[in-house]
């Protein structure tokens, strides 16, 4: 794999730190697992017709923010599959119960046709969204898994327009860093460094993915996990 992407290391399109992903089995179960991290309550953000699923959203400062995501039961399958796996729900489940729900994050990028050139294979292939009157592009695998397991980011192009943050709830929550603890720290590290990602998580080695978000609210520094 570290050939593999250092073949592309000519190309460093720059990314930055977009938000956090917690992948539920429910809204329920994030909401309740957030809560019990942060002591918050994340309100509902909104419903993805054109995916199927839906969120609660929480700014962490700046342009930085968490999504609680999780496969919408009066939803409709959108005909390709979902973002962040959440077709797979016995896996979504699996990975709920070994405590990894924090599973991952997304990358900004002003240039998603440069990042995925030639890694189409790690990050999935670009989606208009949505579909009827597209917004912004995300790169979603065939079979709509995380990259990497989530090892590595999903991808956002937002075609030049900021993330609008007004309607979403601040409770003063700020993110203060995030670690990754991976069996196979150098070559995400690499991976990282070769696309030149602003903040990216601080990689660690570890026998499993771990994601561990610090996370400074009014009620004092909590990690989410």
Known sequence: MVEALSSHASRR????????????????????????????????????????????????GGAVYLEIVALDPEGH??????WFGLDDQAGIR???????????????????????EGRESIFGRKVALPPEAPAFDFAIPDDGSLPADGAWPSLIDRRGKARSMATMADLGARLQ???LESPDPLDTQQLYDELAIDTPPTVQPGPALRYRASIATPAGLRELT
């Open 77 to 82: 399958a959108p005909g390709r599959s979902r």
């Open 94 to 116: 699996r990975a709920w119960d070994e405590g990894r729900r924090l599973r991952g994050w997304v990358a900004r990028t002003d240039d998603i046709d440069a990042v995925l």
């Open 177 to 179: 860093a995030i670690t």
């Open 13 to 60: 399109p720059s990314l930055h730190l977009d938000h956090l992903t917690v992948i539920a089995p429910s809204l329920a179960e994030g909401v309740a697992h957030v809560r019990a991290c942060l002591d918050l309550d994340v309100p509902f953000g909104q419903r993805h017709a054109y995916m199927g699923t839906h969120n609660h959203l929480l700014q962490l």
